[in-house]
């Protein structure tokens, strides 16, 4: 082996080992830094805008984070007291249902042996407790978290700044480091723009108008805890693979026990007029830019989840629909 393949050798391990240490040592901060580029994304058509009045980087890059924060704290300020009181209300009520009795009537022959209609009670009981207690512990786990959300923030923050103020400089330089031409840089980025947008404003707009119209069911029906319950629906919403059914079903169960079968009927409609936005628009929202098939589109969506957590259902077809980009370009050897 003669001495420049050594030394190429040896540059390649410290790159591998430099990228690696790299890893590790982002790791528990990337999840807020690809966040606080996503956040870039979304806010970069406003910040052009902004941009072309005020003609200073910092000074717009600032204000767009400042009415970020303030668009993140004022919710959190005015709400938080409303949701912790909403689900202490939630927790006494669960722990005072009758939940035997509507399922004796609606099956009268499944509940005839009263060892087996107090085992299905006891079971029912034992699952809504432990639903409502991880409620209760997330409030509590969050506020033992608070220093290390308030790190997290500051770094989601600090990112969407200069992913903002330094986005020009950011292309050129990985456009500098990519080993294609440039004409197929810029397909590249091209296409990674509309897939990102796609995915991005798909997943968070169809998301959220799937929780509105499941909440505006909850207001019109008077269910109990409703902003809680509209602001878990548009959480569940943006999850695909969760979807707003897992917030309806147990409230029309809930109404059901009640005995207010009215209001139950009115949130089952709704519950599934918020869910056609998602098995109709959202894969055509998908593809119709990115040429990415729906089913891959939801597989990347699951692994997405698994693997990065919340923030996978966007970063899992972006992955794979980069991956598809890539290979394509390289099938056509452009």
């Known amino acids: 082996?003669?001495?420049?393949?050594?030394?190429?050798?040896?540059?390649?391990?410290?790159?591998?080992?430099?990228?690696?240490?790299?890893?590790?040592?982002?790791?528990?901060?990337?999840?807020?830094?690809?966040?606080?580029?996503?956040?870039?994304?979304?806010?970069?058509?406003i910040?052009?805008?902004?941009?072309?009045?005020?003609?200073?980087?910092?000074?717009?890059?600032?204000?767009?984070?400042?009415?970020?924060?303030?668009?993140?704290?004022?919710?959190?300020?005015?709400?938080?007291?409303i949701l912790i009181n909403q689900s202490v209300k939630l927790y006494v009520a669960s722990q005072q249902l009758d939940f035997i009795t509507p399922f004796k009537k609606i099956f009268p022959s499944l509940f005839i042996s009263p060892e087996f209609s107090l085992s299905m009670a006891n079971t029912i009981q034992s699952f809504v407790t432990k639903a409502t207690n991880s409620l209760m512990n997330s409030f509590a786990q969050i506020i033992l978290d608070l220093p290390t959300i308030i790190l997290?923030?500051?770094?989601?923050?600090?990112t969407l700044f200069y992913a903002l103020r330094d986005k020009e400089e950011i292309i050129k330089y990985i456009k500098s480091i990519l080993p294609f031409s440039s004409e197929v840089e810029d397909k590249l980025f091209k296409a990674s723009?509309?897939?990102?947008?796609?995915?991005?404003?798909?997943?968070?707009i169809i998301g959220i108008l799937q929780g509105i119209i499941t909440g505006i069911g909850f207001f019109i029906f008077k269910v109990p805890n409703a902003l809680l319950l509209s602001l878990f629906a548009v959480v569940a919403g943006i999850l695909p693979i969760v979807g707003p059914a897992v917030i309806?079903?147990?409230?029309?169960?809930?109404?059901?026990i009640g005995g207010n079968t009215f209001a139950a009927f009115g949130i089952v409609i709704f519950g599934v007029l918020s869910h056609i936005?998602?098995?109709?628009?959202?894969?055509?929202?998908?593809?119709?830019?990115?040429?990415?098939?729906?089913?891959?589109?939801?597989?990347?969506?699951?692994?997405?989840?698994?693997?990065?957590?919340?923030?996978?259902?966007?970063?899992g077809p972006l992955i794979l629909s980069y991956l598809i980009i890539i290979m394509d370009l390289f099938k056509k050897r452009i």
Request: charged share 10%; aromatic share 14%.
């Open 152 to 158: 997290q923030l500051i770094i989601i923050f600090f």
């Open 193 to 204: 723009k509309d897939v990102t947008s796609s995915v991005i404003y798909g997943m968070i």
């Open 1 to 45: 082996m003669d001495e420049t393949n050594l030394k190429k050798i040896m540059i390649i391990a410290l790159l591998g080992a430099l990228f690696l240490l790299s890893y590790f040592l982002l790791k528990p901060i990337l999840l807020s830094i690809v966040l606080g580029v996503i956040l870039a994304f979304i806010f970069g058509p």
């Open 248 to 256: 309806w079903v147990p409230v029309v169960i809930y109404l059901l």
């Open 47 to 81: 910040y052009n805008f902004f941009l072309r009045i005020i003609k200073n980087k910092n000074i717009v890059a600032l204000i767009i984070c400042f009415f970020l924060l303030l668009i993140i704290l004022l919710p959190i300020i005015f709400v938080t007291p």
């Open 277 to 315: 936005p998602d098995y109709l628009v959202r894969p055509l929202f998908l593809s119709k830019r990115t040429q990415l098939n729906p089913a891959i589109a939801s597989i990347g969506m699951i692994g997405g989840i698994l693997f990065f957590g919340v923030l996978g259902v966007i970063l």
